[in-house]
């Protein structure tokens, strides 16, 4: 596999349920990334990643757990989510410790639906 | 307050003529910017970007222009081909927070045959 993979593609849960959703990249890549992409909205940034440490949490709720085992995987955690939680997942990874002028690199993202 | 803007949520062209797509931003400490393509069930694709010390970059059929006293950049792509047709973002960046990409909402580009 080449680039940056997300597993499921599709994923639908209740409200109590306790879900993962899973990036790995294979672009040798030390920065990787989370962001949520809703209805009409442009992407917005979850959390940051580099060399496996938590640079930015960009006050995302509690209910959404990231972890980064380390530089090539990346899980986020969902737990009692809301239905306005629905929304495309994409993760993404760039090459060094960021830099303005750094090109991320985008997986085809998870499409979650909370019902 | 939405620092990246793509005023048009689509944009219909006929195949060999040149697509617009236009972005503002607001941001003045924005330094570095890109545009992605996104198609249908896929995430998106880095295409092109330019820094701030350049007014013009181009890529093939791709040229992305920077008007840094306007706050304004667009991308041509020309002559448009039909497997243009996606959606396309613009994003910015800074120093200062370096990581951050902040994206426009997007731009649907649909090329008529």
């Known amino acids: 596999e080449t680039g940056v993979t997300q597993t499921p593609r599709h994923l639908v849960m209740g409200m109590t349920n306790k879900k993962s959703l899973k990036c790995e990249q294979h672009l040798g890549h030390n920065a990787m990334y989370w962001y949520k992409q809703s209805a009409k909205k442009p992407l917005e940034l979850m959390f940051v990643y580099n060399f496996k440490e938590q640079t930015e949490n960009n006050s995302v709720p509690s209910r959404f757990s990231p972890e980064c085992p380390n530089s090539s995987h990346l899980f986020l955690h969902l737990h009692t989510l809301q239905p306005e939680d629905s929304a495309l997942y994409l993760c993404?990874?760039?090459?060094?410790?960021?830099?303005?002028?750094?090109?991320?690199?985008f997986g085809p993202g998870t499409r979650l639906l909370v019902l | 307050d939405q620092q990246v803007k793509q005023n048009s949520p689509s944009l219909s062209v006929q195949e060999g003529r040149i697509s617009i797509l236009n972005c503002d931003y607001t941001?003045?400490?924005?330094?570095?910017f890109l545009w992605y393509k996104k198609y249908p069930a896929e995430g998106p694709t880095f295409l092109i970007s330019i820094s701030s010390i350049k007014d013009k970059n181009e890529d093939g059929r791709f040229t992305v222009f920077l008007n840094k006293s306007a706050k304004h950049l667009s991308l041509h792509i020309v002559p448009s081909q039909p497997g243009d047709s996606a959606v396309y973002f613009c994003a910015a960046s800074a120093v200062q927070g370096a990581q951050k990409l902040v994206f426009g909402q997007g731009t649907r580009l649909t090329i008529n045959p």
């Open positions: 993404a990874s760039s090459q060094d410790s960021p830099t303005s002028g750094e090109t991320q690199y």
């Open positions: 941001n003045s400490m924005f330094d570095y």
